[in-house]
């Protein structure tokens, strides 16, 4: 179950504000690596150790005035449909305004859980003035100034408190999903893999999940394809718009193993796709990237390594993933596309034997050790796989806080050139023995 959080309201009451201060050490990280990411406004986040998703509804907006407060109410629509829960944000240094109204009057008919923030409450002497917000009928009002943090971790205390428990997973099937930009082709691989006799696939439908499980079983393949785009709208928002597009992928690749990112190869790897692919490194999930159309290029024999190259340097740091080039309307390497992503799957969920483990990273450890910090030496003792749905590794140590984070780099990269974990993010972790 996908835990996503919208932040709605008005412009200018500080949504955004807020948005980063709750992402802002993650957001730090990737800002170190490319500039490409910095415009984003879906996030993963965490409280409290539960892992939800953020997102910024203010990101969404685009276009002149008029069109504005339509897109405003779209949002909020969207939101109660497919968040888990609504932080309505409202701004006390200008009390209730016509929108605001407005915006309360839907939130209050609607049965998801909404939090109402007053925002801009910097100092103790305004918390009397938040008390008129009490005339929406929202319930509590959450002083909250998202400039200095204060009062932001007593509203995502309530508001992680109505996060449903992760439900047992059901099925030991690989999931995959195929996400991408609008007419990459995205329906018509699951109709190719589906085939005009769509008797053969069982939609499973599961009680509170919001993506149908497709199972498909064929050609010495089974998995379960996640899709949302077949799912049946409770409401009249367009489809089309941003925002309900990008709240799908999130509960499609939540729900997911490994997912499929489609690019059309006459426009290559855009910042929406680089979002995505964070979002999926992030989530722990395996990955391929399927250049679609590649019917539609002139080529020569450099052609795909130059485009693998150009996609790689977009996603650096993490570029151990497989690209597949695929002309779905010419069916070419469709079922390669399913090879790659089962062996991402396997990847993603093997477990190397400790013995076999230590030999080789001790070894590696011995020929390379972590550099000496204030004449202390490292010793790495041995390493084991942890458990868990993702590859972990730890490697137990005498001083791990001197491991520095080029030298972990370094062993992710040897635990990938020996044990092949193409297209899966792994953690590591320096321990104490
Ligand atoms: P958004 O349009 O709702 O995303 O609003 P922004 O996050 O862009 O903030 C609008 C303005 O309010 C900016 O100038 C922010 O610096 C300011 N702002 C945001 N949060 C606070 C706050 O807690 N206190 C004060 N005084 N200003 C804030
Ligand atoms: P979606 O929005 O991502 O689901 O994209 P669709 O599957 O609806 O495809 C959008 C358009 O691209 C349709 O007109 C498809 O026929 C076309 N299309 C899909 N795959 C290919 C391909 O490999 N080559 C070419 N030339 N067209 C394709």
Not at 105 to 116: C, E, G, H, T
Not at 229 to 241: F, M, P, T
Not at 326 to 342: D, G, H, N, P, Y
């Amino acid at each position: 179950m996908a835990n996503i959080v919208a932040i709605v309201g008005r412009p200018n009451v500080g949504k955004s504000t807020l948005f980063n201060r709750l992402t802002e050490s993650r957001k730090a990280i990737v800002d170190d690596f490319s500039g490409v990411t910095r415009d984003r406004h879906y996030e993963t986040a965490e409280w409290i150790g539960k892992n939800f998703t953020v997102i910024d509804t203010g990101g969404f907006v685009h276009g002149s005035d008029d069109v504005f407060e339509e897109a405003i109410r779209d949002q909020v629509h969207i939101a109660i449909e497919e968040a888990s829960a609504i932080i309505f944000m409202v701004d006390v240094t200008t009390g209730i305004t016509d929108l605001d109204d407005e915006i309360a009057d839907i939130l209050r008919r609607s049965s998801k859980p909404v939090y109402v923030a007053a925002n801009k409450v910097d100092h103790a002497k305004l918390h009397h003035d938040s008390a008129e917000f009490y005339a929406f009928g929202l319930g509590e009002i959450y002083n909250v100034s998202s400039a200095t943090g204060s009062g932001t971790g007593e509203l995502l205390d309530a508001v992680v408190s109505t996060f449903e428990d992760e439900p047992e997973d059901d099925t030991t099937l690989a999931k995959y999903t195929i996400v991408g930009r609008p007419n990459v082709g995205k329906s018509s691989l699951t109709n190719a893999l589906l085939g005009v006799d769509r008797n053969i696939v069982t939609p499973v439908a599961g009680t509170t999940r919001d993506s149908i499980r497709i199972h498909y079983k064929q050609f010495g393949h089974e998995f379960l394809l996640i899709d949302t785009a077949g799912l049946r709208r409770k409401s009249k928002v367009n489809e089309d718009i941003e925002f309900y597009s990008v709240m799908r992928t999130i509960k499609a690749l939540e729900d997911s193993d490994v997912v499929l990112l489609m690019l059309d190869a006459n426009d290559g790897i855009e910042a929406q796709d680089i979002n995505i692919f964070h979002l999926a490194e992030k989530n722990r999930k395996g990955i391929v990237i399927v250049v679609n159309k590649w019917d539609t290029i002139d080529k020569d024999n450099k052609t795909m390594k130059e485009f693998e190259a150009r996609i790689k340097e977009k996603i650096a740091p993490f570029t151990d993933i497989p690209i597949v080039f695929t002309s779905v309307t010419e069916k070419q390497r469709i079922f390669k596309t399913l090879e790659v992503a089962a062996k991402v799957y396997e990847n993603k969920t093997k477990k190397i034997p400790t013995s076999k483990l230590n030999e080789v990273m001790l070894q590696v450890i011995e020929n390379y050790p972590p550099p000496a910090l204030k004449g202390k030496y490292i010793k790495v003792k041995y390493v084991t796989q942890l458990p868990g749905r993702t590859p972990m590794f730890a490697f137990f140590c005498n001083l791990p806080q001197y491991v520095k984070d080029p030298y972990k780099r370094y062993i992710e990269n040897k635990l990938r050139e020996h044990f092949d974990f193409e297209g899966v993010p792994i953690q590591i972790y320096f321990r104490q023995k």
